[in-house]
Structure formats: structure tokens, C-alpha cells
């Protein structure tokens, strides 16, 4: 969705084939003889398969990525909240009730405006309850602005109703699939991952979860932290552009890094025997080594981008410590890969 439009696409299409669109025929391992007959797709007389790569790789990139992201978040204790129990005077239950319900409507249709094309597209969004598809280049855009947009459009306006120091927020699962994972298994895991970000103290978190074509599944835990003079999705983001800038850093530091504390982790509670200042100066280490600039501005560059590793560090404790942080460094990783193919 971020790279082709639409009408052109399907423009393109019929020039070759007949019928509704298919768009796995945009992979390349999928225009064979085998696999239209399979489908039932019929193709013109005229048209072969070297002419239709080349047409289609105009318009999607030689190599387009073949991983999407599925999103799938729900309100956190709303059964206290529809019964009062978080409320300064359950006497006007009824009122905020109403409000609430008003309040989760405006959202639903501000969340569907949010996550459309180019972006990805809503399948369902019922005021705390949401489901889409996002592409990967807008999911950490995406996910961040359903956040705050949550705050502007219902804990604000329903502060007031509130025990002191109580929000209202929601907490989301996030599945990265390849396209030839079965949906139901994506779903699934989709479902597992917010029940276990659900599990996280204080909930207000997410969870991101790569099921990978190998077969191997990585995770990682975050709380949203949108005080934070950094908050977590935009740390994220900020990893995976260093990593794809030519004058940013090489995924090395995070391979080496891995590597060492490997041999330190606890193998049942993943914590590291090392205190903050000894992690800060190693992860400060492998950083200027894989830093891509030469000269003053490597220290620099190295310096800035401490800050944003250590935010995300210091918020890892939100899964199992360390693991969850290599996780999430490694999650970057697969971003940058998979966001840069084509």
C-alpha cells in the first residue's frame, strides 16, 4: 500500500488476467502455470511471465516485502469501569455510562480514518474493541497515534469521573506475519500477545510479536509511556531509522551485544548480573564500533543514540528484562530488513 496506487494497479492487472484482483501474483514465486491453474485465475493468451514481472515490478519494487503487521487492542479493566468500582461517586454511574459510550463512538470513527490506505485497513473498530492490518512502514506511526488519539477522545474527557490518579487506557497485541502464515494462526497469536501484554503491571502496554517464514517467533513488551520525554513507539522507530541510514549504525552492535550478554543472563528470570552503569558503558561500546561515520561525529553520533538504547532498555522491565530488550533490538532489526526490501 505505501509504494503503488491503487488504480494503476488494477489497471495493470487486467492487462494480464482476468477476473478480481489476486494480489499474492505480485510475488514473483506465484506466476506460474501451476499455482493460476490452482487459483483458477485465467491469463491472457498473449501475455508471459517475464513481460508481467517486469510490469509489476514497476510498480511494486523488484523485491517488495512480503510481512505485514496485524493490530488488535481492547480497553483495559472495563469491566470496573462499566460497574463503577473507578469512580469518585458511583452515584452517577449512569451518567458516565452514557459518556463513556459517546466518547468510545467518537473514537471508533476517528480510529477508522486513522488506519486506512496507504497505512493499512480497520476490520472492525467498536469503540475499545480494534482490528486491521497495517503496513509495516506505518505501524510504530500507527500505533502511537490510536494511543494518544485514545487519551484526546476518552480518558480526558472522562478524567474528572476518576479516582485520583486513574486513566483509562487500552492495551494491544501486534502480530509481524508472512503473507502465507495462515490468518487464523496470525489471529491467534495476535490474541495471545495482547493477553500477555494484559499481564504487564499497570497494563497501558503492547506487545510485538514476528512470526518469522523460518519458523522462529521473537516478542517483546512495552509500556507506551507517552509522558516519557521519549515514549517507547517513538524509540522504536528512531532504532530502526539509525539502522536503515547509510550514516547510522550497522545492526552489529546489536548481534555483539547479544552475544556477550548471553553468557551473563539467567537462563529463568533473563535478568544480568550487572549493574546500570557497567550495561550503559558496553551498550556505549558496541555502539561506536558499528556507528557508520568516521572522525568526531562517530563519538557524537554514538553519544545521541545511547539515549534512545538506554530508553528502551530502561523500559524493557516491563517484559523479562533483559530478554525482552533483546528481543525488541532484534525486532528492530527485522524491521529495518524487512521495510528496506525492494
Given amino acids: 500500500m505505501d509504494r503503488i496506487d491503487e488504480n494503476t494497479l488494477k489497471s495493470t492487472y487486467k492487462t494480464y488476467f482476468d477476473g478480481e484482483i489476486d494480489y499474492q501474483l505480485f510475488y514473483k514465486e506465484n506466476l506460474t502455470e501451476k499455482n493460476l491453474q490452482k487459483q483458477g485465475i485465467g491469463k491472457k493468451a498473449e501475455a508471459n511471465f517475464d513481460e508481467i514481472i517486469k510490469a509489476f515490478d514497476k510498480l511494486t519494487g523488484s523485491n517488495p516485502t512480503k510481512y505485514y503487521a496485524l493490530l488488535l487492542?481492547?480497553?483495559?479493566?472495563?469491566?470496573?469501569?462499566?460497574?463503577?468500582?473507578?469512580?469518585?461517586?458511583?452515584?452517577?454511574?449512569?451518567?458516565?455510562?452514557?459518556?463513556?459510550?459517546?466518547?468510545?463512538?467518537?473514537?471508533?470513527?476517528?480510529a477508522q480514518n486513522c488506519l486506512k490506505s496507504p497505512k493499512g485497513a480497520t476490520v472492525y473498530a467498536g469503540g475499545d474493541d480494534f482490528l486491521g492490518f497495517v503496513n509495516l512502514n506505518s505501524l510504530f506511526d500507527v500505533l502511537r497515534e490510536l494511543r494518544v488519539m485514545f487519551d484526546k477522545l476518552v480518558s480526558e474527557p472522562l478524567k474528572e469521573h476518576l479516582n485520583e490518579g486513574q486513566a483509562i487506557t487500552f492495551t494491544a497485541g501486534v502480530v509481524i506475519a508472512h503473507y502465507k502464515t495462515p490468518l487464523g494462526e496470525v489471529l491467534k497469536k495476535a490474541r495471545v500477545t495482547e493477553k500477555c501484554a494484559k499481564?504487564?503491571?499497570k497494563k497501558d502496554a503492547y506487545g510485538i510479536a514476528v512470526m518469522k517464514h523460518s519458523g522462529e517467533t521473537r516478542e517483546g513488551f512495552l509500556h507506551f509511556n507517552l509522558k516519557a520525554q521519549t515514549d517507547t513507539l517513538s524509540a522504536l522507530k528512531m532504532v530502526v531509522s539509525e539502522l536503515k541510514n547509510p550514516d547510522g549504525f550497522s545492526n552489529t552492535f546489536i548481534k555483539a551485544f547479544e552475544r556477550e550478554m548471553h553468557y551473563l543472563m539467567d537462563r529463568e528470570d533473563g535478568t544480568v548480573g550487572l549493574n546500570d552503569g557497567a550495561l550503559r558503558t558496553e551498550l556505549h561500546r558496541v555502539l561506536s564500533r558499528s556507528a557508520k561515520t568516521f572522525g568526531k561525529d562517530r563519538q557524537k553520533k554514538a553519544d545521541d543514540f545511547l539515549g534512545i538504547i538506554e530508553s528502551l532498555r530502561q523500559a524493557s522491565d516491563a517484559g523479562s528484562g533483559m530478554r525482552n530488550f533483546l528481543s525488541l533490538l532484534d525486532i528492530c532489526d527485522f524491521f529495518k530488513r524487512k521495510t528496506s526490501e525492494g
Fill in 73 to 110: 487492542f481492547d480497553g483495559d479493566d472495563f469491566g470496573e469501569l462499566w460497574s463503577g468500582q473507578r469512580l469518585l461517586n458511583v452515584a452517577g454511574l449512569e451518567g458516565f455510562q452514557k459518556k463513556l459510550s459517546k466518547q468510545l463512538h467518537e473514537y471508533a470513527k476517528q
Fill in 199 to 201: 499481564n504487564v503491571p
